[in-house]
């Protein structure tokens, strides 16, 4: 059973830094894996999904990485702004369904 | 096509009423999926359609839960008899089926139930 580990819980840093979150899985048979971005009280937003023949994509200010044989991926945000403040979640299949982490609250202060 | 879409957005009832939820997702998307989250958590699997067909359940979805999607198209979560503990947001996605593994989920915005 595929299980996400999401480090850190939360993160605040000030404008401008750059930053890396961190997501573990237990079931590295996985076809891909997927970012999201949650605004409070809100639905989720896909970020970013890594097939599992790419190390790694871009979108903008957002890189993520996949490592399949460590069962590790990484989150770089690059310059950070307060509009990044959210929670980003790390999702990784479990056969077909999402499992999902808890997620790291950002919050980026101008 | 404007996305997924969920309705309604915030539901409002007494323990033990009975709950409906529906979800339209993207058009072209023949999987649709039910997820429930709790504050503080990421979303919890409940169940997916390939189609019209419900092809997994999770534990978590009791005999008081109800999914179908009748056409393969739209879908209804009903939840019986109501109780406090269901109190959460229920999130809906889509994405087609594509044997690359590059099918990205799409999420609604949720329906959010509150149980007095």
């Known amino acids: 059973k595929q299980e996400v580990t999401q480090i850190p819980a939360a993160l605040s840093v000030p404008e401008g830094e750059n930053l890396v979150l961190n997501c573990s899985f237990t079931d590295s048979a996985i076809y891909n894996l997927q970012w999201f971005r949650q605004d409070p009280g809100k639905g989720l937003t896909s970020l970013l999904l890594i097939q599992s023949s790419q190390r790694e994509q871009t979108s903008g200010r957002l890189n993520a990485s996949l490592d399949k044989s460590s069962g590790r991926s990484t989150l770089y945000i690059a310059a950070s702004q307060p509009g990044d403040s959210a929670t980003y979640l790390c999702a990784a299949p479990d056969n077909t369904p999402l499992v999902f982490g808890k997620g790291t609250r950002l919050s980026v202060i101008a | 096509d404007t996305g997924v879409s969920q309705d309604p957005r915030h539901k409002i009832t007494k323990r033990g009423q009975n709950v409906t939820f529906r979800c339209d997702p993207i058009?072209?998307?023949?999987?649709l999926y039910w997820y429930r989250q709790t504050l503080g958590q990421g979303p919890e699997f409940l169940t997916y359609?390939?189609?019209?067909?419900?092809?997994?359940k999770s534990r978590l979805l009791s005999d008081r839960f109800s999914a179908e999607r009748p056409k393969g198209s739209f879908s209804t979560l009903e939840i019986q008899r109501t109780e406090q503990g269901d109190s959460a947001m229920y999130l809906c996605a889509s994405n087609p089926y594509e044997r690359s593994g590059a099918n990205v989920l799409t999420f609604g915005a949720g329906s959010r139930l509150t149980v007095l």
């Open positions: 359609f390939q189609n019209e067909a419900q092809l997994e």
């Open positions: 058009s072209e998307h023949n999987r």
